[in-house]
């Protein structure tokens, strides 16, 4: 600020004072204003954004309430995850048409579960035994055994090793689905050890 503008300035009180400011050193004071915020926005951002430890998805599958709590903050809880870290959820997906979902919210859920898969943020897939079939045979699903070696000796995990019937463990057992559940790790799971612990935390081991 030149000496003369300075001196001006001093010589100003108040409203006077602002207006002067505002028009001489307008562009100025603007390009600070938006330098600031873009600061304080991305400081609020890096302080609130929470850490995914584990994507789960339910297809053809839903859940009340009390069971998704459950299945989400009930892991995070047993595995002693601090606040800024989370179980995402991805549910909603129907990959057969029925009353509630015609062919474009099929191909919708299709896209969205494929672009999960190829972004790796999917881990987890809890479904009904139509989707179960449809996903192992395009090969989606990895052997459950490479996870842990014991879980070869769980009851209800297919010949493959590639999808456990979850119907009757401690969670599901009591919502009451009408068909059987089942839960497969997706190949490129970001997160396989999670993935186990997750398993275990389901069948209560």
Known sequence: MP????ET???LHGRKKWEHLW???KLPLVLILIALYVIGYISYRNLTRKEDVLYLAMVN???GSDLTEQLTDGFAQEQQLTGKQQVNLLEGLLLSESDSADEQYVYASEM???GAISAQRLDIVLMDEKACAALQEEGYFLDLRTLDSSFGQLDGLNDAGTALNISDTPFL???G????IY???VQNAPHPERSAAYIRYLLQQ
């Open 3 to 6: 000496k003369t503008d300075l």
């Open 9 to 11: 300035l001093r010589s």
């Open 23 to 25: 028009a001489y050193y």
């Open 61 to 63: 599958v839903s859940a």
């Open 112 to 114: 969205k579960l494929l």
């Open 173 to 175: 057992s009591p919502a």
């Open 177 to 180: 689905f009408s068909g059987k």
């Open 183 to 185: 839960l497969s790790v």
